[in-house]
């Protein structure tokens, strides 16, 4: 797999705004916020997209929503509610190869989206 700038994140290349952490994950502020709270949910062992994603990634996955979703709660927007993510590929919109979950929090959110 190639390179990403999300890569260079984890290993503190570049600088991003981290809000949690453990050993599998890493979660930090979007640079191009779509909501009052825009954060990246990665996991530090990179699969390239769901498409990539296998059976034995299933935990990791999980772990990567409950993550997302304990944030939420941490910050007290879980009971309004909140969406979760994940673009894949082109027609997905995905534009980082590095797979993420997107949460967003702090508005209604629409449905169907763009
Ligand atoms: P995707 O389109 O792949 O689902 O999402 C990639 C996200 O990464 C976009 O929302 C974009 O704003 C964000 N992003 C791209 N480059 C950087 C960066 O260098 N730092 C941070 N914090 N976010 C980034």
Known sequence: ??????????????????VYEDDEILAFRDLNPQAPVHVLFIPK????????AEPGDAELL??????????????GMAEDGFRTVINC????GQTVYHLHVHLLAG???HWPPG
């Not at 999300?6 to 570049?14: G, H, L, P, T």
């Not at 062992?45 to 990539?52: D, Q």
């Open 89 to 92: 590929n082109t027609h997905g």
């Open 62 to 75: 999980g772990k990567l929503q409950l993550a997302a979703a304990a944030y939420a709660r941490e910050l």
């Open 1 to 18: 797999m190639t390179d990403t700038i999300f890569a260079k994140i984890i290993r503190r290349e570049i600088p991003a705004d981290i």
């Open 107 to 109: 508005r209604h959110m």
């Open 45 to 52: 062992r990179a699969i390239a997209s769901l498409e990539k």
